[in-house]
């Protein structure tokens, strides 16, 4: 099991950026592959973007190629979005997730509190 915290979230204006972390707890992190995910209000949690164990191979939604990276630091059982070229449609609360498949959304089973981005215009 293991156990996820974001930081990073906050008040930005469009056209902006932010980097996102999430710091996971216990020994086994490089065994998972993280991901991504974020809700707006009213709408479905929605999928973001994965990566692979080691970091390797990246899955990105659409809606976000180009703009937000995904990277990560197994000895620091980090791991990282940085977002740029912000809009106010990226508004969300942003949920870091760990599982087995980085490119399945329905393979993530441990979620972190999220945390809120909100993008003004």
């Known amino acids: 099991q293991v156990q996820l915290v974001e930081s990073g979230g906050g008040l930005v204006q469009a056209g902006d950026s932010l980097r996102l972390s999430c710091a996971a707890s216990?020994?086994?992190?490089?065994?998972?592959?993280m991901g991504w995910f974020r809700q707006a209000p009213g709408k479905e949690r929605e999928f973001v973007v994965g990566i692979s164990r080691s970091g390797s191979s990246k899955y990105y939604a659409d809606s976000v190629k180009d703009r937000f990276t995904i990277s990560r630091d197994n000895a620091k059982n980090t791991v990282y979005l940085q977002m740029n070229s912000l809009k106010p449609e990226d508004t969300a609360v942003y949920y870091c997730?760990?599982?087995?498949?980085?490119?399945?959304?329905?393979?993530?089973?441990?979620w972190g509190q999220g945390t809120q981005v909100t993008v003004s215009s």
């Open positions: 216990g020994r086994t992190f490089s065994s998972y592959a």
């Open positions: 997730a760990a599982g087995r498949s980085y490119y399945n959304k329905g393979e993530y089973q441990y």
